[in-house]
């Protein structure tokens, strides 16, 4: 008996649908590898002193994309003179002014506040603040304040050395401590993510370095059609070329989100109160906008046309997803299903990863270098901090400080770790 197939209503419509939601579903998993390294930043300097040189170059020199080049340099060089200037003052604040304004680095001081408010606060060695007290809430100062009392205190005993235990009973300095340490790890890690972008553009400028073709006849950025319709794209560059560009362009680039990503770290590990911390947060992020700030006003309206112009990716790219294979692809994706990897890479935020490793990285080297862990307290505490024998700083000591000890400090700590009085 021959077996007959019955065709259920809407069937058709139903299998339709299913197949577009397929093609959808293998779109959305190929987004990400839709994206092409050979993609220029063209709302910021760095972009613009890529891609004028190679646009002059393709031009034969003529002298109006010559005078795009130069003023693409100048924009470059203006932004690193802002850029690196900013980043040297806030190395200055902290590397020479606060240790000459007596400031200690703060590490883990009043960190643990809310346990030093109970009942065993006065038996736990870790609830000892930079003075040698026990903290409290009511006691908690930021550094300015707290050193003004400190020095208040000092010159009545000083000019009443007679009467020394009745201004130690009725004055008190309080301690210098943290405020809040969630709002500095919240401060912390929006701080790395505003560096994050920048550190993906370099990754990608890397990249971009090392696939672009050298071969003289896949380095032209000009077309031309038959139609004699100009257009700008992204091309091949000879060697010296990316010698050149990876000198004046990469090389500081990269530079500079080290030393923000350095001093900024430092900057908010060393910031005691939540209104400062917030503030230093964005403030250290306003330095990373610069570039863009000065592309705004120092390109051209004719070069931003130029650079708005010119298409990402090389001619010979491969098809981004999307094509004819991946819609056939996607018709089965309902059936096949996607790939686990494909899944996981849509599931875990890799970049969000990658900021909190570099956060880690730059607070564990603020720890080592500026802290010391007391086992006898339980927690980090500044390690001896001496004065700088001078008030200025150079680009030498920006540069080579933190490795070579360029800023000469005397011979004796104007500060050391108290010994708390239940140690003694």
């Known amino acids: 008996m021959a077996a007959t197939l019955i065709a259920t209503p809407g069937s058709e419509e139903e299998a339709q649908r299913s197949e577009g939601i397929g093609k959808a579903a293998q779109g959305l998993i190929d987004v ?27 031009s034969g020199y003529r002298s109006v994309f010559v005078s795009l080049w130069i003023r693409a340099y100048m924009a470059l060089g203006l932004n690193y003179l802002v850029q690196f200037a900013l980043v040297m003052f806030v190395g200055e604040a902290t590397q020479i002014m606060n240790p000459l304004g007596g400031q200690m680095h703060l590490c883990d001081f009043g960190a643990d506040l809310d346990v030093c408010e109970g009942p065993e606060a006065p038996f736990l060695p870790r609830c000892t603040g ?11 100062y930021g550094y300015t304040q707290w050193a003004v009392q400190k020095f208040a205190k000092q010159a009545l005993l000083d000019v009443l050395p007679d009467q020394e235990d009745l201004i130690n009973e009725k004055v008190d300095p309080g301690e210098y401590g943290l405020e809040n340490r969630s709002c500095r790890w919240l401060c912390l890690l929006l701080f790395a993510l505003s560096v994050n972008h920048e550190i993906q553009v370099c990754f990608r400028m890397i990249a971009m370095f090392w696939y672009l073709p050298s071969d003289p006849g896949k380095c032209d950025w000009i077309e031309v059609d038959k139609q004699q319709q100009v257009s700008y794209r992204i091309a091949g ?21 080290y030393f923000v990503l350095l001093e900024g770290t430092t900057l908010l590990m060393d910031t005691s109160g939540i209104l400062d911390t917030v503030l230093g947060a964005m403030s250290m992020a ?8 000065l592309h705004d006003c120092m390109i051209t309206l004719a070069g931003r046309n130029v650079i708005d112009q010119i298409q ?11 094509t004819a294979e991946d819609a056939e692809a996607g018709a089965t994706y309902h059936a096949k299903g996607p790939k686990f990897f494909d899944l996981l ?46 008030a200025s700083y150079s680009l030498t ?9 360029t800023v000469e400090r005397s011979s004796e700590p104007f500060w050391t770790m108290p010994t708390p009085s239940l140690l003694k």
């Open 286 to 293: 306003f330095i990373l906008n610069v570039d863009e700030m």
């Open 312 to 322: 990402q990716g090389l001619p010979d790219e491969p098809d981004p997803p999307g």
């Open 130 to 140: 930079p003075g040698g007290t026990q903290f409290s809430p009511s006691r908690l």
């Open 237 to 257: 560059m000879p060697i010296h070329w990316k010698l050149i560009t990876g000198l004046t362009v990469l090389i500081p680039k990269v530079t500079l989100c």
């Open 397 to 405: 000591d920006f540069l080579f400080n933190g490795i070579f000890q």
């Open 345 to 390: 890479r849509q599931v875990v935020p890799l970049r969000l990863l990658l900021t909190l490793v570099v956060m880690a990285v730059f607070v564990d080297r603020y720890y080592q270098f500026k802290c010391v862990y007391k086992e006898e307290l339980g927690m980090w505490v500044s390690k001896d901090m001496y004065l700088p024998t001078r």
């Open 32 to 58: 990400e590898s839709s994206q092409t390294i050979f993609k220029l930043e063209t709302s910021s300097v760095y972009g613009s002193a890529f891609a004028f040189p190679q646009i002059a170059r393709s």
